[in-house]
């Protein structure tokens, strides 16, 4: 019996990010106070608007399957949030809601990828792609990136890793790990590179488009010439604070997201009922509804750069969006810490867990073994209190 699981599932890594919020769970059941900076997760409550739409959801009775690909009317709201936000035009047949960006992701990939096609992935990457695209029997192409490059690949590193077995490139703007965001300039640039390979496809994760420091975002979809050969996937978890209700969809060339439906359709079918009503509120409603708390988190990312410049041995950039900060500690590595000697990011991170009781993760799980993430979607005190015990024990 010791061989009754599958090759596919005993190759996977466990996510690092949920391994760490579970190991912080456990010591804070355990009775230690765990400052919890891993997930990346905000700490508002869901605007009332939304949930006042999924109330009125729950009394007219949205307790039917739902579409594989989502109510019409949700859908709509996604174009019309595409063109609003973007200026993306996609059709409802190009649009596909799923149980969460993660479902959208893993969708692409089963739909899109053959054994041994190669997934450029700028380094950092969100922890999941490169198991993703390994569950699709593809092979992740890692391009690494540097603090000193504020996290971001060039086309000269775009044009080298691409190989005649490559089939995609997947990257987030806003960028999580890193919080960096591409300019328009910078994906014209690389979409000069893509331009000479007509048969790459672009799977662009935006799913923190809105929570963005510098004044807009670009979407590469919108740059001369890839619209047909990008996947744009995006969701409602970070933005409208809705983690807990799995709502994400992509903006796809048709022909991809019938194959994504098909998918779907044998796997989980339509995601929930009562999510994709309220989604439909959130999308239709300004982006000034919920821009309290991009200030927030705008307040946040000067808070703890601020603190975190207090810390000896910590290298930090400046982070245009999402709600991470992703140091370079690599001067703490061959050093001892209390007793402890520190030779990686995993041993770093470990450190800070079990002696300043803060949880973060480690950067080997993003593709970057320099560097440590962490989140500050955390109220201003725990953040306080959190960069002062980390400075306490190093």
């Not at 390979?197 to 510098?214: A, K, L, M, Q, T």
């Not at 209700?245 to 009922?273: D, L, V």
């Not at 509804?289 to 946040?300: A, G, L, V, Y």
């Amino acid at each position: 019996m010791s061989n009754h699981l599958s090759n596919r599932i005993t190759n996977m890594s466990t996510s690092a990010t949920l391994a760490m919020a579970a190991k912080a769970r456990e010591l804070r059941n355990s009775g230690k106070d765990i400052i919890g900076l891993s997930l990346g997760e905000p700490d508002f409550n869901i605007p009332d608007f939304i949930k006042d739409a999924a109330k009125q959801a729950v009394d007219d009775n949205y307790s039917s399957y739902s579409p594989v690909d989502g109510y019409a009317d949700l859908k709509q709201s996604i174009a019309n949030k595409f063109k609003r936000d973007n200026n993306l035009t996609y059709g409802l047949n190009q649009i596909v809601v799923s149980t969460g960006a993660k479902q959208s992701l893993a969708n692409i990939a089963m739909c899109m990828l053959n054994k041994g096609d190669e997934v450029i992935l700028p380094a950092p990457y969100w922890v999941s792609y490169s198991d993703i695209v390994k569950l699709a029997e593809g092979t992740p192409v890692e391009v690494p990136t540097s603090i000193d490059t504020d996290f971001k690949m060039t086309p000269a590193q775009l044009e080298a890793a691409i190989t005649p077995n490559t089939k995609m490139m997947w990257f987030s703007s806003p960028c999580n790990p890193s919080g960096s965001v591409y300019s328009k300039e910078e994906l014209e640039g690389l979409a000069e590179v893509l331009k000479k390979h007509p048969n790459i496809y672009v799977v662009s994760d935006e799913i923190y488009e809105h929570i963005n420091f510098r004044g807009g975002h670009v979407s590469i979809a919108g740059i001369d010439g890839m619209y047909d050969r990008t996947i744009t996937v995006n969701g409602v978890s970070k933005a409208f604070a809705m983690t807990g209700w799995r709502i994400g969809y992509i903006g796809a060339p048709e022909s991809i997201a019938k194959a994504c439906t098909k998918f779907q359709g044998q796997i989980t079918s339509g995601a929930n009922a009562i999510a994709q009503r309220a989604t439909i509120a959130a999308l239709d409603a300004p982006v000034s509804k919920i821009q309290f708390m991009i200030d927030e988190f705008h307040k946040r990312r000067d808070l703890i750069l601020e603190l975190l410049g207090e810390v000896e041995g910590f290298k930090l950039n400046v982070p245009e969006g999402a709600f991470y900060v992703f140091p370079d500690i690599s001067d703490f590595f061959g050093k001892t810490l209390n007793g402890t000697t520190i030779n990686t990011a995993s041993d770093f991170s470990m450190y800070l867990l079990e002696n300043a009781n803060v949880a973060t993760v480690t950067g080997e799980a993003f593709g970057n073994p320099n560097c440590i993430r962490i989140s500050y979607a955390a109220a201003e005190k725990e953040l306080r209190e959190a960069i002062s015990r980390i400075k306490a024990v190093l």
